[in-house]
C-alpha cells in the first residue's frame, strides 16, 4: 500500500520535475542571449528576480592522463568511492571475478499484489 502511494506519487512529481527542468532551460538560453549581447545578467519581475550565476564545474577531457595522475600520486580522493555493481555482477557471472570484490548478501523485500 505505501509502495503504490509512493509510486502514484511520483507519477504526479515526474511531470512538475519535468517541466521545472524545461523552465530552467529556457531562461538560461534566453538570458545567456542577453548576457551576451551585453545587456543583463537576469530579468526581475514583481515577486522573483532571475540571474544567470556561473558555476565553475571539474570535468575530465582526457581520462587516461586523469587515471595516470591518480595512480602515480594515490589520489584516489578524486574519486567516488563506488563500484558499477551491474558491471561487476557481469563479470561475476562470466566467472570473472575481480581482485578486491566479493559478492554479499543483502536483505530485500519484494512484495507482491495477490
Same mark, same amino acid.
Given at each position: 500500500m505505501t509502495r503504490q502511494f509512493r509510486l502514484a506519487m511520483e507519477k504526479v512529481v515526474e511531470p512538475v520535475t519535468e517541466r521545472e527542468s524545461e523552465l530552467r532551460q529556457h531562461m538560461i538560453r534566453n538570458l545567456e542571449k542577453s548576457r551576451d549581447e551585453g545587456k543583463d545578467t537576469g530579468a526581475a519581475g514583481q515577486f522573483y528576480r532571475v540571474q544567470i550565476k556561473d558555476k565553475e564545474t571539474p570535468k575530465v577531457n582526457n581520462w587516461q592522463e $586523469?587515471?595516470?595522475?591518480?595512480?602515480?600520486?594515490?589520489? $584516489?580522493d578524486l574519486l567516488q568511492k563506488r563500484t558499477s555493481d551491474k558491471a561487476i555482477m557481469d563479470m561475476v557471472e562470466a566467472d570473472q571475478m575481480p581482485p578486491g570484490i566479493e559478492t554479499v548478501l543483502i536483505p530485500d523485500v519484494s512484495v507482491t499484489k495477490v
Open positions: $586523469f587515471w595516470d595522475f591518480i595512480a602515480v600520486n594515490k589520489r $584516489f
